[in-house]
């Protein structure tokens, strides 16, 4: 049998571990997660796997994903290893490429910008020492694309962190692509069941967090 796949991330928070879970969650793979463990010994496997060892590197930061003897970090390095694996990477020979830099994009704009909204300046600072600093991300490149891949599945967290903005985008009908595709990634069978099961991570502190002050409407 092959070994199984190993998430280690930090458990009380969906964060970047979250793209890996879809994923694999998207393909009905097998996996574990130290997400499911106590706080205190989640805490320990990463402070230990970052160190690296059995000729992979010390790593800066989860996630942090190991398939047999191989440890890799980086969530779109993740994604672009798992991708071909689990099918989630297009249908034609080097489709993986595209579809990784569809992820970066995706990474970039719906997860990387949306944390710095509450963290603009640095990641050392509470968010109360920069709010006017603070930005919105926007959803206008994503009215394209039709296969679906894993690039597809980095929306959900702009729900919760700009509700009021995130529906007057939906109303305006101008990214009614982006919305449906929101829908039908959600209504696939074992993303669904993932969504409504104890193992799908409630938002609240992390990457995606809600600030009134930051949910305002376009002028």
């Not at 190993?6 to 574990?32: D, F, K, M, N, Q």
């Not at 190991?66 to 440890?71: A, C, E, I, K, Q």
Request: aromatic share 12%; glycine share 8%.
């Amino acid at each position: 049998m092959a070994p199984p796949y190993e998430l280690i991330y930090y458990v009380g928070v969906p964060g970047r571990g979250e793209h890996v879970r879809l994923i694999l969650e998207a393909a009905g793979a097998s996996y574990t997660d130290t997400a499911s463990l106590a706080m205190d010994k989640c805490r320990g496997v990463v402070t230990k796997t970052l160190d690296g060892g059995q000729g992979n590197p010390p790593y800066y930061a989860p996630p942090l994903f190991r398939h047999g003897d191989l440890l890799i970090s980086q969530t779109s390095n993740i994604l672009m290893y798992l991708g071909p694996k689990l099918g989630l990477a297009g249908p034609k020979e080097n489709d993986v490429w595209r579809v990784n830099a569809l992820a970066l994009t995706a990474l970039d704009g719906l997860s990387n910008e949306v944390h710095d909204c509450h963290h603009p300046i640095g990641i050392e600072l509470y968010y109360e020492d920069q709010k006017e600093e603070s930005a919105r991300p926007h959803l206008g490149y994503w009215e394209k694309g039709k296969e679906f891949t894993y690039a597809d599945l980095c929306v959900d967290g702009i729900q919760f962190a700009f509700p009021k903005a995130t529906n007057h985008a939906r109303e305006s009908g101008k990214y009614d692509r982006v919305f449906q595709l929101w829908e039908d990634v959600k209504a696939r069978p074992n993303v669904a069941a993932y969504l409504a099961s104890e193992r799908r991570q409630r938002y609240d502190w992390g990457i995606y967090r809600y600030y009134p002050d930051n949910d305002v409407l376009p002028k």
